[in-house]
């Protein structure tokens, strides 16, 4: 039994805790929003955030964020200005890493309210589009940072 | 769990005093508008209604989409070509996945399935005469209402209006009466001078659900009581099985069967994870393969010698030998290109429950047809009782036309009884893919004397699409996929001859976006790039004269090229390189701009300009959108991609191994729509085929020297550049 914390509830799952955080996220906690890409850390569909910061879910497992807070794009308020940007400039093409981008992209803001192009394209490289959104995730996470301001 | 009505059930919710439901009947010789209730019972087979709408007393207007919707926007561009007839008001239209009968079949195709880039195409003669039957019989509705002339009334913005007396009724205030009215012989369909819906940058309907994580893709389905399996596949084509540990598979917690599949193990359990833990656990030995020597260095050593052979003929015009024997100047060069992995970003999954009676089968699929055919094969159930339930497709660029691994899911159900979810890893998503087929081509030219090209001839070595997914389609031993763009090129080039030589290998290929046109445009262009440097004239100059006689591809030259500032002066290092092709009726022109860094072989893209003629515009954003893409992924393709195969099978795995382009590397990309009166084209594929040879002519631009072979790494530039150094030192 594994005590979770996840978009400010407490679950408590009847799993191992060396489980990958993304399975229980996904199949026992059924918030699908979070996506299964590579298995090995590096395509980014699987982005949340542990304590606010942006991590890959298939790298963690149930027992390494006990005690911590786990957000997950589900956590994220409706009207969050990232989501309101990403409606705006029609950026989800296929949609299923968006989810991870907009997860990536909230933690960015989060450390740099004002991130530069390079910036940007600096901290969100490591998830990956096969659609090819890229520019217009650029646009959205600039659009988001002047109306957070 | 998805849930998703039967036809049955939509009929009985519609025909209960819901509204309006109209079907679209297509007979081998024209549109035949029946309305739902005509069809209560099973449509003979005669009838193959393809299109639905639904208007209900809430004053929606639902669009039943046949297509499946993989990021290119149907979702919105079906409804948007019906609601235009229809005279909706946008805000009141939603769109609902249609299920996989019949009824939904593309017309021209006679199947359900999504490819090609022709899903506007096919489907945009049937859905606005649907939208013009129901505006027509919501308009005589209210005449009768109102007991005036019909003439008087007219629809506009999702209401009737008697202009005379100025009353007004809703859609959904007049469906039910308007599904009493018979339809109207004749259908007046508006002028696109008329139209306020279509041209418009409508906002996604599918978006918002894709924002906030909602919407459903296959991996999201489950069913209750449902298993994952995980498969334990062969390494190598051809591998057999030696043996596995069935009893510490079975051992493990959570699983609960293995289950022996042709040439696989799988292992199905209480979840993925324990799925995952029990395909270790078979520690599956597998034997070598039927082709332990395939590698990349002999399939290279297999493409240019099978481009010695004599192959099919697949176009001749004129007399190509003379010609080229005439020629005052001869240009000859060899390409290669490389297998190439879909890589959807969601993998390749399915999940299906097989009961006595019944069987559905939740699918992220771009063949519902096909998916339904596999169904009813392997239950033995009428296809009536298998429910297809189409999801968001996570990627399909082709991918998704293949039925596989619904047939797992569907063969385990009915192994375990229980339903099952099949979700691959990306490493089996990446070694079991149906890849873009490697192939290497081979063009001889001739020039005259006053520079204006005589003579080309061509053969193509690829393996074939079509002779496993359709050989009726083979013609003379010419797979078309395999020529296409070849053979039809736009050049005016008076003698002409493309021969095609197909080359079996055992790895596995299909449909990836753009299909041929995505290796032929990059020879055709590349070459014609080669010619006109020998012609002594400028790339763009030289395109123009064999382009007399078209315009469209005209247009989209001159305008990416002036867009671009085709022919103003850059810094050294940098080029500029341009190319066109002409793909799923759309004509699309691309200039590349790049710097070479000479001492490391990097290169960086640092604009691509696209212009794009495609006819009738539905959704200007989702072309632009659709445009940026196909760069992208063509651009991806060019610099990077490339499966890597050895020992008999492939040893790319996953993203570390087989990369493809990343954020932080794509280049600003502009895109300009050419406005045309040009018959309806393509959007999903066209963009991509001329941005790989844009790029190598632009490094030719910049450095020099000429790439024939993809992916454009630091080590073939490096090569190409350090040859073309060593060239001129030994001068």
């Known amino acids: ?149 | 769990m998805v849930g998703r009505m039967t036809r049955r059930e939509f009929f009985r919710k519609s025909l209960a005093g819901t509204g309006l439901v109209l079907a679209i009947s297509v007979n081998p010789f024209a549109l035949r508008l029946i309305k739902a209730d005509t069809l209560q019972e099973e449509p003979s087979e005669a009838f193959a209604p393809s299109a639905w709408l639904q208007i209900t007393p809430d004053n929606r207007v639902t669009v039943m989409v046949n297509k499946s919707e993989m990021g290119q926007g149907v979702y919105t561009a079906l409804p948007m070509i019906l609601a235009e007839e229809l005279e909706a008001d946008w805000e009141q239209v939603q769109f609902k996945p249609a299920p996989a009968r019949d009824a939904f079949k593309d017309p021209v195709w006679g199947s359900q399935s999504t490819g090609g880039s022709t899903s506007v195409r096919h489907m945009f003669p049937a859905l606005r005469k649907a939208g013009a039957a129901a505006r027509e019989m919501l308009v005589h509705a209210a005449a009768a209402i109102w007991q005036v002339p019909a003439e008087e009334c007219r629809a506009s913005l999702g209401s009737v209006t008697h202009r005379p007396s100025g009353q007004r009724l809703t859609f959904g205030e007049l469906c039910l009466k308007a599904a009493t009215v018979t339809i109207p012989d004749e259908l007046p369909l508006k002028e696109p001078s008329g139209f306020s819906i279509i041209g418009t940058s409508k906002a996604r309907l599918d978006i918002p659900e894709k924002v906030d994580g909602s919407a459903i893709f296959g991996t999201d389905v489950f069913v209750p009581g449902m298993l994952y399996a995980a498969i334990e596949r062969p390494p190598a084509y051809g591998a057999r099985l030696l043996l596995f540990d069935r009893k510490s598979a079975k051992g493990t917690p959570g699983v609960r069967h293995v289950v022996t599949l042709p040439g696989a193990v799988a292992v199905c359990a209480d979840t993925m994870h324990a799925a995952w833990k029990g395909r270790e656990a078979l520690d599956a030995k597998w034997g070598q393969g039927s082709h332990p020597d395939l590698s990349n260095e002999s399939l290279e050593r297999l493409l240019i010698n099978h481009a010695d052979c004599e192959g099919a003929l697949a176009r001749q015009d004129g007399n190509p030998h003379d010609a080229l024997f005439k020629a005052a100047r001869r240009v000859e060069a060899t390409y290669i290109l490389p297998y190439l992995a879909h890589a959807t970003m969601e993998p390749m999954n399915c999940t299906a429950y097989v009961q006595q009676n019944r069987c559905d089968v939740w699918v992220p699929t771009q063949n519902q047809s096909g998916v339904l055919q596999a169904a009813v094969e392997l239950t033995g159930l009428s296809s009536e009782k298998v429910h297809v339930h189409t999801t968001f497709l996570g990627g399909g660029f082709g991918r998704r036309s293949e039925t596989g691994v619904a047939e797992e899911a569907i063969t385990l159900s009915q192994e375990t009884r229980r339903p099952v979810k099949v979700l691959w890893s990306r490493e089996e998503d990446m070694q079991h893919d149906f890849y873009r087929p490697a192939n290497c081509a081979v063009i001889e030219a001739g020039i005259d004397a006053r520079g204006l090209l005589t003579a080309w001839s061509q053969r193509i070595v690829a393996p074939s699409i079509f002779s496993r997914v359709l050989p009726d389609f083979i013609r003379k031993g010419v797979d078309p996929s395999a020529v296409e763009g070849v053979v039809d090129m736009e050049y005016e080039i008076p003698h002409a001859r493309v021969e095609y030589i197909k080359l079996d290998t055992p790895v596995p290929v299909g449909f990836w976006r753009s299909v041929g046109h995505s290796y032929n445009a990059f020879t055709v262009e590349c070459f014609m790039d080669e010619l006109a440097i020998a012609a002594g004239e400028d790339p763009l100059a030289f395109r123009l004269k064999l382009l007399k006689n078209h315009p469209r591809t005209r247009g989209v030259l001159k305008t990416a090229a002036e867009k671009a500032g085709w022919g103003k002066p850059l810094p050294a290092g940098r080029g500029r390189g341009i190319a066109q092709h002409r793909s799923f009726g759309s004509h699309v022109a691309q200039v590349a701009e790049l710097s070479v860094d000479t001492e490391s072989g990097m290169i960086q893209v640092h604009k691509v300009v696209c212009a794009v003629d495609c006819g009738l515009v539905i959704n200007p954003n989702t072309l632009t959108a659709q445009m940026e893409s196909a760069v992208i992924m063509g651009l991806s393709a060019a610099l990077k991609e490339k499966v890597v195969l050895n020992h008999g099978g492939v040893i790319s795995e996953n993203y570390e191994d087989y990369e493809i382009l990343r954020m932080d590397e794509i280049p600003e990309i502009q895109v300009h729509i050419v406005k045309s009166k040009g018959p309806l084209g393509g959007v999903g594929e066209p963009g991509l085929p001329p941005v790989a040879p844009a790029v190598a002519n632009a490094i030719f631009a910049a450095t020099g020297a000429r790439i024939r072979r993809l992916p454009l790494t630091a080590e073939t530039i490096l090569e190409a550049v350090g040859s073309i150094v060593s060239q001129k030192f030994l001068q």
């Open chain 1, 1 to 149: 039994m594994v005590s979770l914390s996840v978009n400010g509830k407490t679950y408590q799952v009847d799993v191992e805790p060396d489980v990958p955080l993304l399975w229980v996220i996904r199949d026992y906690l059924k918030l699908t929003g979070t996506k299964f890409g590579c298995g090995v850390g590096i395509c980014g569909t699987c982005t949340i955030h542990v304590d606010g910061k942006a991590d890959r879910s298939c790298q963690l497992t149930a027992g390494d964020v006990q005690g911590k807070n786990v957000t997950t794009i589900e956590g994220l308020p409706k009207n969050h200005p990232l989501m309101q940007a990403w409606v705006e400039k029609q950026v989800p093409q296929c949609g299923y890493c968006q989810p991870g981008q907009i997860m990536q992209a909230a933690s960015l803001l989060h450390e740099n309210p004002s991130p530069t192009d390079e910036e940007i394209k600096d901290f969100m490289s490591d998830n990956l589009c096969r659609c090819g959104t890229y520019p217009r995730i650029v646009q959205a996470i600039k659009r988001a940072s002047r109306e957070a301001r």
